[in-house]
């Protein structure tokens, strides 16, 4: 690693360019959060994707919260939250099995009461 020579640490002018980057915008964080999904077979319902919008949107961008990094972290932990949900269900459905709904975003990423089943997303689908 480039800091963890003494050489780089004593000569820090050995590099003289900066690379930065722009945030993702929010719409492109649920893009990376939809794109994993769909590279693992999970359906990412509209109103999953409005959570997503409303959390990317209320969190304050840093410079964790900007970067695909953290919304594959948010993915991870929803794929953990629809596991948990699942596994009380004595028969899931094959949409209750491939479905990652508003509540499986983390407590830590979006709360909201509004929509917290596979009922009130068949029921938002009419």
């Not at 999904?37 to 840093?62: G, K, R």
């Not at 596994?87 to 979006?110: H, I, Q, R």
Request: with cysteine; charged share 30%; glycine share 4%.
């Amino acid at each position: 690693m480039v800091g963890s020579s003494p050489r780089t640490r004593a000569c820090p002018s050995l590099f003289n360019r900066t690379l930065t980057f722009d945030d993702y915008t929010n719409d492109e964080l649920v893009e990376i959060v939809a794109h994993q999904a769909d590279e693992h077979q999970y359906d990412l319902p509209t109103a999953t994707h409005d959570a997503l919008a409303d959390h990317f949107s209320a969190i304050d961008h840093d410079q964790r919260a900007g970067n695909g990094r953290f919304a594959r972290q948010v993915f991870q932990e929803m794929t953990e939250r629809h596991a948990s949900r699942v596994a009380d269900v004595t028969s899931p459905t094959k949409e209750e099995l491939s479905a990652l709904l508003p509540a499986d975003v983390p407590e830590w990423a979006f709360r909201s009461g509004s929509v917290k089943d596979i009922d009130d997303v068949k029921e938002a689908k009419k």
